[in-house]
């Protein structure tokens, strides 16, 4: 049984998390702030035993009591609404808040892992995306601050492993989706469905011949966990390598959720990536054969049903 403290752990993937590794037997110290967090999102957990609440910005501090076995760095807004609202915050969690989960870790001997992203690419010049490219990233376009913050954590991350020897771990984590996402936090995937389920226009940016691949969170918290307890020190992609354009994933999800939804187009943003495609080659090598399991139609279904019922509850769609 390990100890184990989650970062953002009210968060998308910090909740499932949470229920992963309380699952697998282990004690969960989960932290959030709850800037973009949702209590709601662990409050079935809060009758454990073994899982614990704390509310602190990691920016500001990190004091858990006690000894840690592992940390899993999420704590960070994830959208391009967020980080576009919250320039400043994304920096700071990214550089402070990385500093000092890094140094939690270090004080309590504890392994971590922190998550990256596949936005450390930018808009790749390389496709698919292998561990090895450097990427094409804008530090002073809009997204920049994402871009950046994220990279300086992986940075940062490799600075400890050097010169402490900090037994750490860099997820690159392509788009995953699945229940508890934001449905208006302006991802692609609660945009479509809060649309569709509602029979209102689905918002397409661009042509709609961009692509991106679709992980369910069920497969990469699996990767995640894998990842940890793995020997491997440098980043590993972890994504679903099915690429589809953005025109038909929105098609997808109008027909799945039975909608009459018309489609409708707008610019693209700025430094909006045109291809989004991991190699998970290595990911494969190194974690056991890991590799993405649940197909789209049924995760885009477990999705759907989870907004439907969002919806029918009348809870707020933040």
Not at 15 to 22: G, I, M, P, Q, V
Not at 30 to 46: E, P, Q, S
Request: glycine fraction near 8%; charged fraction near 20%; hydrophobic fraction near 40%.
């Amino acid at each position: 049984m390990a100890r184990v403290l989650i970062t953002g752990g009210a968060g998308f993937i910090g909740s499932h998390l949470c229920e992963r590794f309380l699952a697998d037997g282990h004690e969960v110290v989960a932290v959030d702030n709850l800037l973009t967090g949702d209590r709601d999102n662990i409050a079935h957990l809060f009758a454990n035993p073994a899982f614990t609440f704390l509310p602190q910005d990691v920016t500001n501090y990190l004091y858990i009591p006690g000894p840690l076995d592992a940390v899993l760095h999420f704590a960070s807004p994830a959208s391009p609404v967020d980080y576009l609202e919250l320039p400043i915050q994304t920096l700071k969690v990214g550089s402070l808040g990385t500093h000092k989960a890094l140094g939690l870790a270090r004080e309590k001997g504890a392994r971590i892992l922190v998550a990256s992203t596949s936005e450390v690419y930018g808009d790749p010049l390389v496709h698919p995306q292998r561990e090895d490219y450097w990427g094409n990233v804008n530090p002073i376009g809009p997204r920049g601050v994402y871009d950046e913050a994220k990279r300086f954590l992986e940075a940062m991350t490799m600075a400890y492993y050097r010169t402490h020897g900090v037994q750490t771990r860099i997820a690159r984590i392509f788009n995953t989706y699945g229940p508890r996402m934001r449905m208006r936090d302006g991802r692609v995937v609660p945009n479509f469905m809060c649309q569709a389920l509602q029979d209102q226009p689905i918002t397409v940016y661009g042509d709609g011949a961009q692509t991106r691949s679709f992980c369910f969170v069920e497969d990469l918290v699996e990767g995640l966990v894998r990842l940890l307890w793995s020997d491997e020190p440098l980043p590993v992609n972890l994504g679903n390598p099915t690429e589809m354009t953005i025109q038909d994933f929105a098609v997808r999800i109008r027909d799945l959720s039975g909608s009459k939804s018309q489609i409708v187009y707008k610019d693209l943003p700025v430094d909006d990536p045109k291809v989004r495609k991991p190699d998970i080659s290595k990911a494969q090598r190194v974690l056991g054969g890991w590799t993405p399991k649940v197909s789209l139609d049924d995760g885009l279904r477990r999705t759907i049903d989870y907004f439907q019922k969002k919806l029918a509850s009348g809870s707020a769609l933040t």
